[in-house]
T-cell receptor, first 115, second 116 residues
């Protein structure tokens, strides 16, 4: 399994850029890196996904160095509504030989945005 | 529907009773996942369906837990003889194709199960 390590929590003031780094030293050649966001009392929501270098969408940017052993989710100018838990996933994991895989979520990073 | 729908949204049951949790995935999504999330914890994988088959049941915590999917659509997670440690939010997700992870998964709002 490609294990991921993230900080347990982070605090940020409104309007600041937030960078959350995920370590995944055992990432395999075919693995992608995916980030999900979860608000209280809701299911996780897909944010961004990448394989290498940089990916940007309307919500965030994802930076992946050449060795792919880590990745950084960047949230520009956070607001109070960005307070959530952010999960880093690396797959594929759990291959059982029958073409099945798991989405495996770690403990995530709890981001608290302060006014 | 537009998203993944789960029912009931809340369920309170007595210890020892059986419960059924339902998931309606997004139409056309072949992959379906069940997760469990205890209060303040991360998501714990339970089972994965590709079509109506469950090639990966490795996350089911005990033989009290079972799940099925029919018509490549609705899935039911059944917990028999519920215990207090089964109290959690049970989340269902679906994706257009199966893994690997370069496929976005859409989650439902979850069913909050409380065993008293």
């Amino acid at each position: 399994l490609a294990k991921t390590t993230q900080p347990i929590s982070m605090d940020s003031y409104e309007g600041q850029e937030v960078n959350i780094t995920c370590s995944h030293n055992n990432i395999a050649t075919n693995d992608y890196i995916t980030w999900y966001q979860q608000f209280p009392s809701q299911g996780p929501r897909f944010i961004i996904q990448g394989y290498k270098t940089k990916v940007t969408n309307e919500v965030a940017s994802l930076f992946i160095p050449a060795d792919r052993k880590s990745s950084t989710l960047s949230l520009p100018r956070v607001s109070l509504s960005d307070t959530a838990v952010y999960y880093c996933l690396v797959g594929d994991v759990g291959y059982s030989g029958a073409g099945s895989y798991q989405l495996t979520f770690g403990k995530g990073t709890k981001l608290s945005v302060i006014p | 529907g537009a998203g993944v729908s789960q029912s009931p949204s809340n369920k309170v049951t007595e210890k020892g009773k059986d419960v059924e949790l339902r998931c309606d995935p997004i139409s056309g999504h072949t992959a379906l996942y069940w997760y469990r999330q205890r209060l303040g914890q991360g998501l714990e994988f339970l089972i994965y369906f590709q079509g109506n088959s469950a090639p990966d049941k490795s996350g089911l915590p005990s033989d009290r837990f079972s799940a099925e999917r029919t018509g490549e659509s609705v899935s039911t997670l059944t917990i028999q003889r519920t215990q207090q440690e089964d109290s959690a939010v049970y989340l269902c997700a679906s994706s257009l194709n199966g893994p690997p992870l370069n496929t976005e998964a859409f989650f439902g709002q979850g069913t909050r199960l409380t065993v008293v």
